[in-house]
């Protein structure tokens, strides 16, 4: 199970599309003469239309089973990904191509492979979705160094070419052959049951109950995180998207460029691991207000700063709040609104978690087309950031199955 879903999550859409973004821009710029606002309206169409597609994909995970949905998906947007090496001269045919990335690849999103973990592991949920999401961080560090490599060599085209047949041929085979739904699709027993444990926690604590998704949204716990996600998700995938771009404005060649938005998703992949490893063991939210609380001083940072070295640390910084989201949310959801609904409830927390997605990386663009420079939308991202630290430190203490009141 593990194999599939670090494979799955290294071979996403996120990773196909979010990540090698920005070193598109300049390529879509020489060769369209599109602004970099028009072209980052892809990625917001792509966004949104994720955000509308994600709540139906969590409901047919939900009643069909993971694996019937994500092998179809896998092969749909890995072809939609690839037909973008004919795309033409209309802003809008590149819009089309990335909308339908969207809504074919929903899911294939985490929020599968997460339902299927949370349903494998109990006792090392946090540890197994922490190892799931390390393979984004994977996908974070070779994605660019193979989207710039295959740019370099043949030039923009062949590197759309090159990302969908990955899709296809790399992550298809895989999720085919390895992913099941439960240990019961196989003929197994759980064997990560939590046991009987004599700590106690406060009576006030939140037990999981198999909320519905109505259910959910009348709770506190479901609107910290929904808000949190969003002011948290804007910052980061504004910089994100944006962040070769950045770097070309401060002087740096594309090379290094692409090497530094690799150490973002170097950044991630530990991150993820050590954020799994934590939230079996530390109450999750205080570990997600450490994490993005060391991104809001890089991105102070980032305003005025411009070493190398710098520059490097930040992108790890970065990368190990981007590294935190999806751990901290999928292992939150299970503990907080039960299992039975939680492919509903993961993807309307996602989609508000990619409310700022979509969000974040136009306003950034859009910013500095305004004013010549991204130091505005990096103190105001800054600030996002330690917004959301102060919405999770309201978050009740969960109850776990074993524990005594």
């Not at 369209?32 to 949104?48: D, E, H, P």
């Not at 540890?127 to 193979?146: N, T």
């Not at 490599?149 to 298809?172: D, E, F, N």
Request: some cysteine; aromatic content about 10%; overall charge positive.
């Amino acid at each position: 199970m593990l194999t599939a879903a670090i494979t799955g999550a290294a071979i996403s859409p996120a990773t196909l599309v979010n990540i090698p973004f920005s070193l598109f821009i300049p390529a879509l710029e020489d060769e369209f003469g599109w602004s970099r606002t028009q072209i980052t309206g892809a990625l917001s169409t792509f966004i949104v239309l994720l955000i509308l597609a994600l709540p139906l994909a969590g409901r047919l995970v939900d009643r069909f089973g993971a694996r019937r949905i994500a092998v179809p998906s896998i092969l749909l947007y890995g072809l939609a990904i690839a037909s973008s090496a004919w795309l033409s001269g209309s802003i809008l045919h590149l819009y089309a191509i990335y909308g339908l990335i969207a809504v074919l690849g929903a899911g294939a999103q985490s929020l599968t492979f997460i339902k299927v973990l949370s349903v494998w592991f109990d006792r090392r949920r946090g540890l197994a979705i922490g190892a799931c999401m390390a393979g984004f961080g994977l996908g974070y560090v070779l994605v660019p160094l193979f989207t710039r490599a295959l740019i370099g060599a043949w030039g923009w085209r062949a590197a759309y070419a090159g990302l969908g047949a990955l899709a296809v041929l790399g992550a298809l085979p895989v999720i085919a052959m390895l992913l099941h739904d439960s240990p019961a699709a196989c003929g197994l027993a759980m064997r990560d049951a939590r046991p009987v444990s004599a700590t106690p926690v406060r009576a006030a604590a939140v037990r999981a109950a198999d909320l519905t998704l109505l259910e959910s949204a009348r709770t506190r716990e479901f609107w910290l995180l929904a808000i949190s996600f969003v002011l948290m998700s804007a910052a980061l995938n504004g910089v994100q998207s944006q962040w070769a771009a950045l770097l070309r404005d401060r002087g740096m060649d594309a090379a290094a460029a692409a090497y530094l938005l690799s150490a973002i998703g170097l950044g991630t992949f530990p991150g993820r691991l050590l954020v799994g490893f934590l939230i079996d063991r530390v109450f999750a939210p205080w570990v997600a207000i450490l994490c993005y609380a060391v991104s809001a001083v890089a991105l102070f940072w980032l305003v005025t700063g411009r070493s190398p070295a710098g520059t490097f640390l930040c992108a790890l910084a970065i990368g190990l709040s981007l590294g935190a989201e999806n751990d901290i949310l999928g292992y939150l959801v299970g503990r907080y609104f039960g299992l039975r609904r939680f492919g509903q409830i993961y993807g309307a927390l996602f989609s508000a978690y990619l409310v700022g997605a979509a969000a974040g990386p136009f306003l950034t663009a859009h910013a500095r087309q305004v004013s010549a420079s991204y130091a505005g939308a990096l103190r105001i991202g800054a600030c996002g950031v330690c917004a959301a630290c102060a919405l999770l430190a309201f978050l009740r203490r969960y109850r776990i199955p074993g524990e005594m009141t």
